[in-house]
């Protein structure tokens, strides 16, 4: 019975690992929307880092202090800050 709940533990473990990164995560495969939640997508930065960034269509779909730039390596737009 042990082996079970240590069994049920490790795979609870790994689901919550595997999960997808938030809107202003990091995330590792700029382009990609397979890495972030649902209606975001991983997007370079300034500093050459990526994080996940929400998708957009249109400046309106972003903050006031957001635009809404193309992704490099994607046909997809997201909300990117504005440069301070």
Partial sequence: MKSVATLTVLICVSIVGCGHS???EECDAVGSTNVCVEGAICTNEADGAASC???CVTQE???ATESCNGVS?????SCQPDAL
């Fill in 22 to 24: 938030e809107i202003g």
């Fill in 53 to 55: 960034r929400k998708v």
């Fill in 61 to 63: 779909d972003c903050g």
């Fill in 73 to 77: 390596g994607a046909s997809i737009k």
